[in-house]
């Protein structure tokens, strides 16, 4: 039988090997790293109803429950809170671990300390699947599309505790962090602040050493200990293409940029193509269908929404601080505060529309 070999054991390469041993698809992951490790770079903030699609069991892996988020503008607050659950804050390091397991108690082989250079990915037998992160040896030996945008990040863990360990705080600053925002962060019992800025306006580190100069930051952080901390890259666009039929290769997760760009959180999109991927394969092995059915059927799932994303991160990140302050006082005068507390949903925006028409 054909197999399917997997470049990335990062949470999306962990998904689809899960998937493609469910669907006893004989699978081996190659993964760099010598292990799963802790993650410094990066944080898991994922919506309830992401996590529950993506049939991940949270009962052991979850650090907060979230219910909201506080929107800081130039001089307006805008403060979103549901009475329900919206999301987890996760041990991605734990959330690892568990899919790994998972996967391998189905038969997939996972090989740590192995990187798969470009001549091995010319030789290699079977179908590639690449989740290979943002920077994808498996997409451009391919010659898949380029991705044309990303976000350059940077993140840090305090021994400290905000007042509401129940929201997240954004902060769009564009004139320090223009293509994303600034945060801050529950991450059990201590906090995290990070940044995020576009790869061609400056660097995180430069962005985050202004961001913890802000007042609200500065109190936070004045006595506490910082435990650590990394810069990473997100991309925000996706790929125009990220399956080929006839190379028998496709992309899932950062390698193919499925990620929203409003926030840069790539688990939601990936993880379901991971699981829409894993059926493509199957198919492809049992009955010939081709795998680009992949790339139709992730874009029939959430075309719409990336598109959505995609507008509302073109207007937060093209106007300057004055112009964002007063779009934010006038969406508080329209009430978007209760709107977004009954409606909100982190990963479609559609849906919200869907649900106030609904009313
Ligand atoms: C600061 C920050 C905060 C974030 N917060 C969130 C959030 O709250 N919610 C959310 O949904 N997302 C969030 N994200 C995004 C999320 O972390 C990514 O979308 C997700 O990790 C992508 O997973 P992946 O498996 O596609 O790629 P990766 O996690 O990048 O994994 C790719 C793996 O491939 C391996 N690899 C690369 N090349 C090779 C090779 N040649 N051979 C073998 N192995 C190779 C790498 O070592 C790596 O382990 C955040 C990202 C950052 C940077």
Redesign the pocket.
């Given at each position: 039988m054909m197999k399917c070999n997997v470049?990335?054991?990062?949470?999306?390469?962990?998904i689809l090997a899960r998937e493609l041993s469910k669907l006893d698809v004989p699978t081996t992951v190659?993964?760099?790293?010598k292990g799963i490790e802790p993650?410094k770079?990066?944080?898991?903030?994922?919506s309830a109803s992401?996590l529950k699609g993506l049939g991940i069991n949270v009962k052991n892996i979850w650090l907060n429950k979230l219910y909201g988020a506080n929107i800081y503008f130039d001089k307006t607050v805008l403060h979103i809170k549901s009475k329900d659950l919206q999301a987890y804050g996760i041990d991605?390091e734990k959330l690892n671990i568990q899919l790994r397991e998972e996967a391998e108690s189905n038969g997939a082989k996972i090989l740590y300390g192995?990187?798969?250079?470009k001549s091995e990915l010319s030789n290699m037998d079977g179908i590639i699947a690449g989740?290979?992160?943002?920077?994808?040896?498996?997409a451009s030996h391919f010659g898949f599309p380029s991705i044309k945008r990303f976000v350059l990040?940077?993140?840090a863990e305090y021994k400290a505790k905000k007042e509401d360990m129940e929201t997240v705080d954004l902060f769009f600053d564009n004139n320090i962090t223009k293509g994303l925002f600034g945060w801050i962060a529950p991450h059990g019992d201590e906090i995290e602040i990070?940044v995020?800025i576009e790869s061609k306006l400056g660097k995180s580190t430069d962005a985050f050493k202004k961001f913890i100069m802000k007042k609200e930051v500065k109190d936070l952080i004045k006595d506490a200990r910082l435990i650590g901390g990394g810069a990473?890259?997100?991309p925000i666009a996706l790929r125009e293409r990220f399956a080929y039929d006839e190379k028998n290769v496709l992309l899932?997760?950062?390698?193919a940029g499925?990620?929203?760009s409003t926030?840069?959180?790539?688990?939601?999109?990936?993880g379901n193509a991971a699981i829409i991927a894993a059926k493509a394969i199957h198919d492809k092995i049992n009955s010939k269908t081709s795998l680009e059915s992949y790339e139709r059927n992730w874009l029939k799932e959430f075309g719409m929404e990336v598109r959505l994303h995609n507008l509302i991160h073109s207007i937060y990140s093209s106007l300057s601080n004055r112009q964002l302050d007063y779009l934010a006082r006038l969406l508080k005068a329209l009430s978007i505060e209760k709107v977004l507390s009954k409606y909100g949903d982190m990963d479609r925006p559609s849906l919200i529309i869907k649900r106030m028409l609904k009313v």
């Open positions: 470049i990335g054991a990062g949470v999306n390469g962990l190659y993964e760099r790293k993650s770079s990066s944080s898991g903030i994922l992401g991605r192995k990187s798969i250079s989740a290979d992160g943002a920077v994808s040896n498996v990040t940077y993140r990070g995020g990473s890259i997100i899932v997760g950062d390698a499925q990620v929203k926030t840069g959180g790539g688990i939601i999109f990936g």
